[in-house]
């Protein structure tokens, strides 16, 4: 008690996601539980919200299911919107941009979260797919905002890592070690055992971005994601989270020479930053991440593709 005391008051350590919110999935290794409306106080506000089938948002399946359209949003952290609220994801500011008109809010577009931290381009495809399945139908558009670390989080999942992650569900565990790490999970004790017995937890919640260079030849996700979309008819956004690094330009030109929309809105951030010099642009509490006007920036270049619809 006296050691996790003195660490809580002089050397704390969080991460920016919570067990409660995951679960043991065969096909993707770890997804979100559904229903889910928990608030943890850390050095930040961290927010777990899903709605009946396991998507970050407020309405339910049925609910969704009545807009006119269908977009699916898929990524890592970033799309899922770690370090802020939920109302604060780009996801959430892309729903009101092509919903709200004229101070009437339309069911026009229903725009789905399916986001989730550490997921690759290989997790991102998969559930884009399992998704379709369980609402019947395919999205009229997906949108994955890919970032550099997709590389490593693909070679993590085709190595086995998500599927070992000690979560509701896993038939790896038994039920009473899992509760033992929902139980723990706030200790400062138990967050250094988990960071010693195994270092890629941190990098799996940890809101860095790698400085691994991610070639887009090099992510089997994004090319099935893109034959899905020509098969099916379905319009495919891609973007990157990193605009200050090489990879951005580097998934910029890969869309150009494919003909796929690049959500560009690396010229808009730098210049907002340039005339508003001390405006920050991350977070500065542990969930990290970019602050939620960034992401205001983000959603109105992905809705400069639906203008027409």
């Known amino acids: 008690m006296v050691v996790e ?53 407020y309405l339910n399946k049925a609910e969704l299911n009545s807009y006119k359209k269908l977009i699916f949003c898929v990524g890592d952290s970033y799309t899922e919107g770690i370090g802020g609220l939920t109302d604060q994801s780009y996801t959430f500011y892309l729903d009101l941009l092509l ?53 490593g989080d693909d070679a993590s999942y085709e ?6 992650f000690v979560v509701l569900g896993s038939p790896y565990y038994n039920r009473i070690t899992i ?15 988990k960071l010693l017995i195994s270092p890629t937890v941190h990098k799996n919640f940890s809101p860095a971005e790698s400085d ?21 008819n379905i319009k495919l956004i891609i973007s990157h989270t990193g605009y200050t690094g090489v990879g951005y330009d580097l998934f910029k030109s890969f869309a150009k020479e494919n003909k796929i929309p690049f959500a560009d809105y690396k010229p808009d951030v730098i210049s907002i930053s340039t005339a508003n010099p001390r405006l920050p642009v991350f977070n500065s509490h542990s969930g990290g991440h970019y602050r939620s006007w960034v992401y205001y920036i983000v959603a109105g270049k992905f809705a400069e593709f639906f203008k027409d619809n």
């Open 159 to 164: 190595l086995g890592f998500f599927h070992r």
């Open 99 to 151: 919903n709200n008109k004229s101070g009437i809010y339309e069911k026009n577009f229903a725009v789905v979260n399916l986001g989730l931290g550490g997921y690759g381009s290989i997790q991102s495809e998969l559930t884009v797919l399992q998704y379709v399945r369980i609402f019947g139908r395919v999205p009229d558009a997906i949108i994955y905002f890919v970032a550099n670390n997709d590389c």
């Open 212 to 232: 691994e260079i991610c070639s887009p030849e090099n992510l089997s996700g994004l090319k099935a994601l893109i034959k899905f979309a020509r098969d099916n």
């Open 5 to 57: 005391l003195l660490l809580r008051l002089f050397n704390p350590i969080y991460f920016c996601s919570t067990v409660f919110q995951f679960r043991y999935d065969k096909d993707v290794g770890v997804t979100t539980r559904p229903n889910l409306n928990k608030s943890i106080l850390t050095d930040h506000v961290i927010e777990a919200l899903t709605n009946d089938i396991g998507s970050r948002n």
């Open 179 to 193: 509760m033992i790490n929902e139980l723990l999970e706030n200790t400062q004790v138990w967050r250094r055992f």
